[in-house]
């Protein structure tokens, strides 16, 4: 399933999809937990950062992670651009 978003998401940026769909893209599905570890330090820091956009930790979390994956998106297109003939 989350290779075939992945997929759809990519085949939409190669033909063009503007960064507002891409995020909306990457936004849409149904909600899961991730459960992982972070020092205290970078979570005090995060919760702080997040507190000063008025957003909660898990919005800013989800804000940075669908930042990442754009700029990830961008990347590889650029890699994946062939020069026209």
Excluded: H
Excluded at 3 to 26: F, H, K, M, V, W
Excluded at 36 to 65: I, W, Y
């Amino acid at each position: 399933m989350l290779y075939e978003a992945a997929r759809s998401t990519l085949q939409l940026a190669q033909n063009g999809i503007c960064p507002t769909d891409t995020q909306e893209r990457l936004a849409e599905s149904d909600e899961t937990a991730i459960a992982g570890c972070t020092p205290r330090n970078l979570q005090d820091a995060a919760r702080k950062a997040a507190g000063m956009r008025s957003m909660g930790f898990c919005v800013f979390a989800r804000m940075c992670l669908i930042k990442e994956l754009k700029k990830g998106l961008q990347l590889w297109l650029q890699k994946t651009k062939r020069p026209r003939s």
